[in-house]
């Protein structure tokens, strides 16, 4: 197959953009989140919290979202982190070359996230409890920027049967998007956080609803047999669990498991490419033979 000519990826990246342009008009066009929300019974009670988000100041966040989307970046993150005080290069490099930690370790000291004197670092911010906040603010962003979509992160509602953070919610078109994210691997992930996320996807009834787990791991292994254990307590016959591709899977189309694998901008743009695929199928025409 021939790769693609450079006129062609200009005129690639210009329909990429004017999707996302279309996108941003038709969200101003359509309800809001808390619209939408509202309509299905639910008022946002909290959102946003900042107790342990490790983000830079404004000047810094674009170079700093295009650094969180690197795998390997974010794995440092979390083992800064980690730390819980004083650490050295040599602590952090579990993910990463010594060159290639040192490089993000001195990107972290000039956008001030962290300090160093003499060979120690340590978080310019006090003790950062866990990298679960900042991973659903870039979620969000990836949302907001990569597909023009309205986003919230780290939401509350005040529900008396079904409780527990909405760890991201968007907005595409009218539909509603609710995201479960997860920053641990798939060994510290337990049949009840499976159950509560479908909990929470019944209550809220999102068009799209998606479990992430930000892993290059096979989701194969453990959590998609978890998901067919849990509806299989809940529906008979339960709802098959089927491979999209690699280890992107979905569930009548209307729920997706997926890791970080390859990127997860892509991944996402496989999710809502088969959501917009299948969700008004009459409306498309038959294919030529």
């Known amino acids: 197959m021939p ?8 005129e690639l990246a210009f329909l990429r953009e004017e999707v996302k342009r279309l996108r941003v008009s038709l969200n101003l ?18 959102k946003e919290p900042s107790e342990d988000l490790l983000i830079p100041s404004n000047r810094y966040l674009h170079s700093y979202y295009q650094m969180l989307n690197k795998y390997s970046f974010r794995l440092l993150l979390r083992d800064v982190i980690k ?7 040599e602590q952090v490099t579990r993910y990463a070359a010594p060159d290639v930690t040192k490089d ?19 978080l310019a911010k006090g003790p950062v409890r866990s990298f679960g906040e900042t991973l659903e603010w870039y979620i969000a962003e990836v949302f907001k920027q990569e597909f023009g979509a309205e986003a919230f992160w780290g939401v509350k509602f005040k529900r008396p049967r079904v409780g527990g953070d909405y ?9 509603l998007l609710y995201m479960e994210v997860k920053s641990s691997p798939p060994k510290q992930i337990y049949d009840s956080e499976i159950a509560a996320f479908l909990d929470r996807v019944n209550d809220l009834s999102p068009e799209i609803a998606v479990f992430f787990m930000d892993t290059e791991l096979r989701m194969k292994d453990k959590i998609v047999p978890m998901f067919e254990a849990e509806l299989a307590r809940r529906l ?10 690699r280890e992107l899977f979905r569930i009548q189309n209307r729920i997706f498991i997926i890791n970080a ?8 743009e496989k999710v809502l490419y088969q959501y917009y695929r299948t969700r ?3 409306s498309r025409l038959p294919r030529k033979e």
């Open 83 to 89: 730390q819980r005080g004083l650490f050295t290069l």
């Open 104 to 122: 993000y370790l001195d990107y972290l000291v000039s956008i001030r996230l962290i300090k160093k004197k003499t060979d120690l670092y340590t």
């Open 3 to 10: 790769l693609p000519d450079d006129k062609t990826c200009d």
């Open 236 to 245: 008979s016959p339960p709802p098959d669990v089927t491979r999209m591709e």
């Open 261 to 268: 694998k390859e990127d997860i901008v892509r991944n996402l």
């Open 29 to 46: 066009l359509t309800p809001g989140i808390g619209i939408l929300l509202k309509r299905r019974g639910f008022v946002v009670y909290k």
């Open 167 to 175: 760890d991201v919610i968007a907005k595409f078109d009218g539909a």
């Open 280 to 282: 008004e199928p009459e």
